[in-house]
């Protein structure tokens, strides 16, 4: 297992210090609680969020003998690239990947994979296209792997709406604006995505500190303009991409979650549920609960992680 060493500070300290790795092109920073030798559980957060949209659920799986797995994405906290040279690449499969070299870093052969928002994205990427990984997957908002053709095709005009960011970013102006504002825009998107979430100062400030990781801003720029096909992929993805542009099905048993309050653009739970092949729940969680699911409703998150464990156990 290759060694790993303490961060200076810790932004984790309410769930676990964030310890420093490296993985393939990256340094990654990540929250590592529970038993080393427990079932492992990899926790994925989204954009603009970060590893304390887990803060109350890792407490909760690490009780429950589970060795959690909670890394900054690149471009997020404490989590750097090796080389100055490396493409500041946020396509999904470059994200997902990053998965995969964190597992083989720390030697974990398999997980149970959990996320919303991008992280969903890279769980369910992971899920499909190297099952034997995954002995389990969580995502909220369902089946989130797309493509650049995907991008190509228009919405109605209430759901383009929903997306301006998204057409924001593809400019200069966007860009500029984003780097200039970015915990501004962070809060909005929080709103937005969770209007009946009532976080305080305390709890945005906490997660917004992460983007003031130097590659944040690259990385959420080519994230949205990748999937518009308004910036180019790195030519080692493209045969994954072109994988993941069939829509490849997912076999490992799955539970998939929405907010009943989600705010931010997802797909209906019918929309996706044919592409779930192997066992299979959808849950919708009530009480007002919004984009940032495990931070809303942690318990309801932490539940699905447990009985999909429970069910691994039992096969």
Same mark, same amino acid.
């Given at each position: 297992m290759a060694r790993t060493r303490a961060a200076k500070a810790s932004a984790a300290a309410s769930f676990g210090p964030v310890v420093q790795i490296e993985a393939g092109v990256l340094d990654v920073g990540y929250v590592d609680a529970g038993p080393t @030798?427990?079932?492992?559980v990899v926790l994925l957060?989204? $954009?603009p969020y970060d590893i304390h949209s887990y803060a109350e659920v890792t407490p909760r799986l690490a009780e429950a003998g589970h060795r959690v797995i909670v890394p900054y994405v690149r471009g997020y906290g404490t989590t750097r690239f090796l080389s100055r040279t490396t493409a500041r690449n946020g396509e999904q499969a470059a994200l997902a990947l990053d998965t995969?070299?964190?597992m083989d870093a720390l030697g974990?052969?398999?997980a149970i994979i959990a996320g919303? @928002? $991008?992280?969903a994205r890279s769980a369910g990427i992971v899920a499909a296209l190297w099952p034997e990984r995954v002995r389990g997957l969580v995502s909220v908002s369902g089946y989130l792997i797309g493509s650049q053709r995907t991008g190509e095709v228009p919405l109605a005009p209430s759901a383009e709406q929903q997306w301006w960011y998204q057409y924001y970013f593809a400019t200069e102006r966007g860009r500029a604006g984003y780097e200039q504002?970015?915990?501004e825009f962070a809060k909005l998107i929080w709103q937005t995505a969770s209007p009946m979430w009532n976080f305080d100062d305390a709890t945005f400030d906490r997660t917004a500190a992460s983007f003031d990781n130097p590659d944040h801003v690259a990385i959420v720029i080519h994230n949205y303009r990748w999937r518009l096909g308004l910036a180019d992929g790195e030519p080692e993805y493209l045969e994954l991409e072109h994988r993941l542009a069939q829509g490849p099905p997912i076999s490992v048993p799955t539970i998939t979650l929405e907010g009943d309050a989600n705010?931010?653009?997802?797909?209906e739970p019918h929309d996706y549920a044919a592409k779930f092949s192997g066992p299979y729940t959808h849950r919708t969680i009530d009480g007002g609960i919004g984009h940032n699911l495990p931070q809303e409703a942690p318990e309801a998150f932490a539940d699905a992680v447990r009985?999909?464990?429970?069910?691994a156990r039992d096969r």
């Open positions: @030798d427990g079932p492992a957060h989204g $954009w995969l070299s964190l974990i052969e398999n919303f @928002d $991008w992280g504002y970015r915990r705010g931010a653009p997802h797909p009985e999909l464990e429970a069910e």
